[in-house]
């Protein structure tokens, strides 16, 4: 079974920062794809960052240059460093773990919200 406990949401003002983390039980972690996702009310869920086993990011244009994502496999643990945060920013954020192209998990979710 695997488990996903995000972490580290929270209300800040515009222009502040957030690290949101999300840890992952089971095996094999180095190995899965990471990432986080958004949903902010009345809209559908996106795509924030990804993470690949080898490093290799994405990022989602509203983002770049301000989030970075991270991961700390001996810890099982990716990370969100999320700077110059905006309202827009303001959702839930879900933190996802693939142990396959057909396969997803995802945590229970972690509120952001940004005041201006």
């Known amino acids: 079974q695997v488990h996903l406990v995000e972490s580290g949401g929270g209300l800040v003002q515009a222009g502040g920062s957030l690290r949101l983390s999300c840890a992952a039980s089971?095996?094999?972690?180095?190995?899965?794809?990471m990432g986080w996702y958004r949903q902010a009310p009345g809209k559908q869920r996106e795509l924030v960052a990804q993470?690949?086993?080898?490093?290799?990011?994405y990022y989602a244009d509203s983002v770049k240059g301000r989030f970075t994502i991270s991961r700390d496999n001996a810890k099982n643990t990716v990370y969100l460093q999320m700077n110059s945060l905006k309202p827009e920013d303001t959702a839930v954020y879900y933190c996802h773990r693939d142990l396959s192209s057909a396969v997803r998990y995802w945590g229970q979710g972690t509120q952001v919200t940004v005041s201006s």
């Open positions: 089971g095996s094999s972690f180095s190995i899965n794809t």
């Open positions: 993470i690949t086993s080898v490093g290799s990011t």
